[in-house]
């Protein structure tokens, strides 16, 4: 065979392919030019009721809305009924003495920087179904001989 033949079937084969296959779909389901519409937003819990923790250390949830809640360099809108200083009249519970520890474990007169924007480690609860499942287990349910487990 000449190359010219040969380049000639290289070309149907490889057409034939590319009109075999399936078309590529994204992960969106829109094209990536597309604005698609955005899903629902769900509901806050909002009960203001403390949710158990499920392991040593696991920072507490927020139990209300802080949908516009300034968290920034500027501002911090949670120190205004978290701070040591307000908690008297807010109600609300003051910001764990961590907060206040610089990563050397001196204690501070003010939050640490390190602590100051409350939402990388808490957040609000949404009334949602789990996207995955989940097999966690908490400890007090691991130890057969725990002495914390409250009597059945």
Known sequence: MTPKWLMALAIIAIAGA???AEP???LRSTAPDQESA?????NF??????RPRNYPE???????????????????????CHARSRTGESGAPMVSITHFMDR???????????RYFCTQCHVSQRQV?????NSF???????????????E
């Open 18 to 20: 590319a009109y075999a």
């Open 24 to 26: 590529i779909t994204t």
């Open 38 to 42: 955005a899903p629902r937003i769900s």
């Open 45 to 50: 819990e909002d009960t203001d009721q403390k």
């Open 58 to 80: 696991q920072p507490p949830t927020i139990p209300h809305d802080i949908e516009g809640y300034q968290i920034d360099k500027n501002a911090n809108k949670c120190l205004s």
């Open 104 to 114: 050397d474990g001196q204690f501070l007169a003010a939050v640490s920087p390190r």
């Open 129 to 133: 179904e789990p996207l995955v499942g």
């Open 137 to 151: 287990v908490d400890i007090d349910a691991l130890l057969p001989n725990n002495s914390t487990r409250i009597a």
